[in-house]
């Protein structure tokens, strides 16, 4: 069975600080790990994908294989990151549907 | 250019009643899915079409709940004799091909059964 837990409900820190939000998962076999973001009155879209090794806004995240983990990084959080983010995962050579986490909503403070 | 589209944006519905949400996916999308989130939680999946094959519909929670695509491009989900536990809202997302692509959600029907 596949299953993502993302630990933190609420995040909040002040602008400039660093922020991490985590993500685990549970997956027998090779998973692809999204994050997904949704801003107030936004719909979902999609943040950023472990294959594209890309930084998105200033958002990093690495998948560690051995901890099942694909935690999301921002060193310097911003106002205009205060949102709900979701992991995700899909199994490779699988269904294509997306296993959410219930997510973790982020408030940066002035 | 023009997203995924859901309509009805929002759904009141007395318990008992059927109900019919619509998704229009982004043109020339093949992939089309639904999922329900429910308040407080991630968006959870519900069925997936391929064109208008329905690939996967492990995640429908009843025979209450039907989906179809029969031309291979808008969707219908259907929820008959709805119930207050089906209260939430209904994603749809699409994606341009099966494999190593985004989905493109939309923006969701909130469902209220009373």
């Known amino acids: 069975a596949q299953r993502v837990t993302q630990p933190e409900k609420l995040l909040s820190v002040f602008k400039g600080a660093p922020v991490e939000l985590k993500c685990n998962y549970s997956?027998?076999?090779?998973?692809?790990l999204f994050w997904y973001v949704q801003y107030s009155r936004q719909r979902l879209q999609l943040l950023l994908r472990?294959?594209s090794r890309e930084s998105i806004k200033g958002f990093t995240a690495d998948l560690n294989k051995g901890e099942t983990s694909f935690h999301l990084k921002k060193p310097f959080a911003q106002e205009e990151d205060s949102a709900m983010y979701y992991c995700?995962?899909?199994?490779?050579?699988?269904?294509?549907?997306?296993?959410f986490g219930k997510g973790t909503k982020l408030t940066v403070n002035p | 250019g023009a997203g995924v589209s859901q309509s009805p944006r929002y759904k009141v519905a007395k318990r008992g009643q059927d109900v019919a949400l619509r998704c229009d996916p982004i043109?020339?999308?093949?992939?089309l899915f639904w999922y329900q989130q429910a308040l407080g939680q991630g968006p959870e999946f519900l069925t997936y079409?391929?064109?208008?094959?329905?690939?996967?519909k492990s995640g429908l929670p009843s025979d209450r709940f039907f989906a179809e695509r029969p031309e291979g491009s808008v969707s219908t989900l259907k929820i008959q004799r709805t119930q207050q536990e089906d209260s939430a809202v209904y994603l749809c997302?699409?994606?341009?091909?099966?494999?190593?692509?985004?989905?493109?959600f939309g923006p969701g029907t909130r469902l209220t059964v009373l």
């Open positions: 997302a699409s994606s341009l091909s099966p494999a190593l692509s985004q989905q493109f």
């Open positions: 997956y027998s076999g090779s998973p692809e």
């Open positions: 472990h294959i």
């Open positions: 995700a995962l899909r199994a490779k050579g699988g269904s294509e549907k997306l296993v």
């Open positions: 043109s020339g999308h093949v992939s």
């Open positions: 079409f391929q064109n208008e094959a329905q690939l996967d």
